[in-house]
């Protein structure tokens, strides 16, 4: 296994900030932390790990060590994992935990878990004294190539996702693979479908190594891992850097999102993950670029071929109503302006949004789908 570490740099003036991506780091975190924060503070600085208690079981000692030896006074809050975790409950009990330990402008929160846990505890650094200093140590795949980069943090709810939330970027993140040898085969094939999209979306030489690699990258035999990783966070970077706050080209990162929420919402979130949901949404929006007269059809069974071989499910379920997902995916785009509007392939390693599709041609896709013969 190669030893190799990589530093992508999320360019954004003054939240410029690494992603650091390496097998062992978590023990290096305090090092690399304490290296980036001005030395300007008097005495030691206070750190908040947020973790759930399994997480802190596996990783909590090698972090808390790393922060105590370069000089943080280290305390821990735990919330449990899940996605109901993330609310306004579990907010409230960690802006206690840093009222509780007097927590002031030089505290910070560091993120020891997956996207729910990085969400909620970058909320709350957001938020307490109208913002901390806060550190992502992302420990799902999902979490290392996705959610942990951008700063989008935020809580659910009622049945509304990240319904409150704010824009605030992390001062470091630090990526280390080892974590993911103790997650689920489930939860590593759900995060690649988010690296499979990175390929789709912006780097068609990318897409060429998953195809090579995917078997490796879903055992983590891969010894192009950590690179796959670095590499998702540098394609996520860049469309960031352009777009922090979500108001143009950020949209292209939904490649494969409006299906893929219509089928979550569908399954009331019981049946699929939310890289399967994806993965189903990556063919339909497919099938709508070729409806639309933007995809090549070599194109979508590149993608299906890609997605396949990850062992992801790519025909739609029959017992799902095309009405009803037409329906929730029109309600989905008029809370962002009226007309349905598509982010669609326009070739492997480039895709583009706003396409304004008719409803028969998502239903016509979406039929398709549901006929594909394997
Ligand atoms: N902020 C963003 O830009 C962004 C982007 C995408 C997704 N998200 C959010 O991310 C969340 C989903 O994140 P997720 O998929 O990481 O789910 P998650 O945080 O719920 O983690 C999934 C499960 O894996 C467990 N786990 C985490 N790391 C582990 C490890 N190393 N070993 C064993 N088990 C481990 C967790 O305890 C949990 O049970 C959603 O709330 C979603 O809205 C945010
Ligand atoms: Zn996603």
């Known amino acids: ?20 991506v390496g097998r062992g780091l978590l023990a290096s975190l305090g090092r690399e932390l304490a290296a980036r924060l001005s030395s300007a503070s008097t005495g030691p600085r206070q750190a908040l790990i947020v973790s759930s208690p399994e997480i802190a079981n596996l990783y909590g000692p090698k972090v808390l060590q790393s922060l105590e030896s370069a ?21 409230a009990k960690l802006y206690q935990a840093l009222y509780d330990l007097a927590a002031d402008r030089q505290t910070i929160v560091v993120a020891l878990g997956g996207g729910v846990i990085g969400d909620l505890a970058g909320f709350v650094a957001a938020t307490y004294t109208r913002g901390l200093d806060f550190v992502q140590v992302p420990t799902t795949l999902l979490a ?31 990526i280390d693979p080892e974590t993911l040898s103790t997650l689920s085969a489930r939860e590593r094939r759900s995060g690649l479908a988010e690296v499979i999209k990175y390929g789709i979306i912006a780097d068609k030489v990318f897409f060429d190594l998953l195809r090579s690699e995917v078997a490796g990258l879903l055992d983590l035999t891969s010894e192009h891992l950590a690179f796959v990783l670095a590499h998702s966070c540098t394609l996520k970077a860049r469309v960031v850097e352009q777009d922090e706050r979500d108001e143009g080209l ?15 919402a569908i399954t009331l979130y019981q049946t699929y993950t939310h890289g399967e949901a994806i993965a189903l949404g990556m063919v339909s929006a497919a099938l709508i670029g070729e409806e639309a007269g933007i ?18 499910n790519i025909r739609l379920d029959s017992s799902h109503s095309v009405d009803e997902l037409v329906r929730l995916i029109a309600w989905d785009k008029k809370s962002v302006g009226g007309s349905a509007r598509f982010v669609l392939m326009e070739e492997i390693g ?16 979406l039929e398709r789908q549901a006929a594909l013969v394997l």
């Open 1 to 20: 296994m190669t030893q190799q570490r990589y530093t992508v740099t999320v360019h954004l003036s003054d939240r410029s900030y690494d992603i650091l």
């Open 71 to 91: 000089g943080f006074l280290v305390r821990s809050a735990f919330i449990p994992a899940g996605e109901q975790s993330k609310s306004a409950e579990s907010a």
């Open 144 to 174: 290392q190539v996705d959610s942990s980069v951008g700063g989008k943090t935020g809580v659910n709810f009622g049945s509304a996702k990240n319904l409150i939330g704010a824009f605030h970027q992390p001062r470091l993140v630090v």
């Open 250 to 264: 950020r949209a292209i990162l939904n490649f494969g999102h409006t299906v893929g929420h219509a089928l979550e």
């Open 295 to 312: 995809t090549r059809p070599e194109d979508t069974l590149a993608a299906i071929g890609l997605l396949r071989a990850a062992g992801f």
């Open 350 to 365: 480039h895709a583009t949004p706003g396409h304004r599709v008719p409803e028969a041609a998502i239903r016509r896709a």
